[in-house]
């Protein structure tokens, strides 16, 4: 039975100190959340390992998780990056190509203040995408740890479930191709903006050769889910939430239980 456990995608944007910020872990929190997965001897798997799982290509003898970050912050690698290395966690950060292409024709040295989700919006507004999203030059550092893959969340952040063929086609291809250009590796995987897609969508990204797709849907996967429909899990601000519901998600029948009582 071992391999039928089901496997929760936590999802993530800012790890910072903007308490506030409805998208925004503190560092703190998100140091003790790390630890507990290291500590409990929980296995952090990348996405082709998550798609091994869900194609029943993976045992696993062990909990595991996924850890997901969107849109590509510059705090992911000021507060989040030193975090990972320390308690040996993989992680997926899905970048918005535009962001990362405007940061790094700008790439100063990095801020020691990092602003709130509204203020970083309107920075990426006014072209400063370099005071909050990731350059290029950061991401291969990630990258070249060994422990941080990066995948598509689109050119420009767009509500995918709005949008023409051909415009689908620029989003989700021309992402791809970037960062497969950039990163001198495959790109095929990617996350929708705002959890925005439909059949035309999903379509398009077939086309384009993605092999699966993450949404914002609440839930958490298992052998046998969809590739094209992967349920994500979005954390809070609290180590004490985050244990109980790391219990909760990797236990077939309380997972079941508890998202049934849940559906949003």
Not at 73 to 94: E, G, H, Q, R
């Amino acid at each position: 039975m071992s391999s039928m456990k089901p496997l929760p995608v936590l999802m993530y944007h800012h790890i910072n100190h903007h308490k506030s910020d409805m998208v925004t872990i503190t560092p703190e929190a998100f140091e003790g959340q790390m630890e507990y997965l290291y500590r409990a001897g929980y296995r952090t798997l990348k996405i082709a390992e998550l798609i091994a799982y869900i194609n029943n290509g993976l045992t696993l003898t062990r909990k595991a998780v996924v850890v997901t970050f969107d849109d590509g912050w510059l705090d992911n690698y000021m507060y989040a990056f030193p975090i990972l290395k320390k308690y040996k966690i993989n992680a997926t950060v899905f970048l918005i190509t535009n962001r990362v292409e405007n940061a790094s024709k700008n790439a100063a040295k990095i801020p020691s203040l990092i602003p709130t989700h509204e203020e970083s919006k309107l920075l990426i507004e006014k072209g400063e995408a370099h005071k909050v999203a990731l350059n290029w030059k950061l991401i291969k550092e990630m990258s070249d740890s060994g422990m941080i893959e990066f995948y598509s969340h689109t050119k420009s952040h767009a509500k995918c479930n709005s949008l023409t063929e051909k415009e689908l086609m620029e989003e989700l291809k021309e992402s791809r191709e970037i960062i497969e250009k950039r990163l001198g590796s495959p790109c095929p995987y990617f996350c929708w903006p705002y959890g925005k897609y439909n059949d035309l969508a999903v379509n398009v990204a077939k086309k384009t050769e993605y092999k699966a797709l993450f949404t914002t849907n609440h839930g958490v996967v298992e052998t046998g889910s969809d590739p094209f429909a992967i349920n994500r899990i979005i954390v809070k601000d609290s180590i004490v939430w985050f244990k109980k519901r790391m219990v909760v998600y990797t236990n077939t029948i309380l997972s079941k239980l508890y998202l049934k009582i849940k559906k949003k």
